[in-house]
C-alpha cells in the first residue's frame, strides 16, 4: 500500500487534490481512498488530506503518520511547518516551488529522499489564470510517484471539471513536463 499526504491552505483545492488521486487510482482498477483532516477551517488555515492507493482492499481507516509521498501545494509552508514528519526513510517530497534544489534542501534541513520540484503556481497562473495549483501538482505527483497513469487522471479531471477540465489538463500535461526531480 502506497500512503500518501498532501499539505496546503484552505481554499487551494487539497481535499479535491486527495479525491482526484483516489478516483483516478479506482479509473486505473486500483483500491483508494482520500479524506481530509481540519485543524481550524477557514480560508488560508494550514490543511492536510491524505490517500491510500493499494492493489487489494484497504481495510484501514486512521490518519497516515507514516506516509511514502508528501505533496505540498502550498510554497509557503515548508518554512512553517516541517513537512517532512513521518516520511518514511525511501519516502519523495513533491513540492510547488520556484527555488532551486539547493535552496529547497535547506529549508528541509537534513532530509536526503527523493525530491520532486515543479513552479505550480506560474503554470496555474499562465494556463488556469489563477494561482489554485491542485491540479497541476496531480501532474507533478504522476511524474514523480508513476502510481497512476496520466489518462486515468484526465479521466478524473474531466469527470470533476467539465467545461472547465481543458485549461486544468494543459496545466497538469505541463507539470508532468516540468517537473524536476531530485534523488
Excluded: C, W
Excluded at 503518520?65 to 501545494?73: A, E, R, T
Excluded at 496545466?171 to 534523488?183: C, D, G, P, S, V
Aim: no cysteine; aromatic share 8%; hydrophobic share 40%.
Amino acid at each position: 500500500m502506497t500512503e500518501i499526504r498532501l499539505h496546503g491552505r484552505g481554499g487551494q483545492g487539497v481535499v479535491t487534490s486527495a479525491e482526484l488521486i483516489a478516483i483516478a487510482a479506482i479509473n486505473e482498477g486500483k483500491y483508494a481512498q482520500a479524506f481530509p483532516s481540519f485543524g481550524a477551517e477557514r480560508r488560508g488555515a494550514p490543511v492536510q488530506a491524505f490517500v491510500r492507493i493499494d492493489t487489494k482492499r484497504i481495510r484501514t481507516r486512521e490518519k497516515i503518520y507514516h506516509p511514502d509521498v508528501v505533496l505540498v501545494l502550498d510554497p509557503t509552508l515548508p518554512k512553517l511547518i516541517k513537512i517532512t514528519d513521518g516520511l518514511k526513510k525511501k519516502g519523495t517530497v513533491i513540492l510547488n516551488s520556484y527555488l532551486s534544489e539547493k535552496e529547497i534542501k535547506k529549508i528541509l534541513g537534513n532530509y536526503n529522499g527523493r525530491l520532486a520540484i515543479v513552479d505550480a503556481t506560474k503554470i496555474a497562473i499562465e494556463e488556469i489564470g489563477f494561482p489554485i495549483t491542485n491540479t497541476t501538482m496531480l501532474g507533478a505527483f504522476i511524474k514523480a510517484t508513476g502510481l497512476i497513469e496520466a489518462k486515468y487522471m484526465e479521466e478524473a479531471l474531466r469527470e470533476r471539471f467539465g467545461k472547465l477540465a481543458e485549461k486544468n489538463i494543459k496545466a497538469f500535461h505541463r507539470a508532468l513536463e516540468e517537473t524536476k526531480i531530485f534523488e
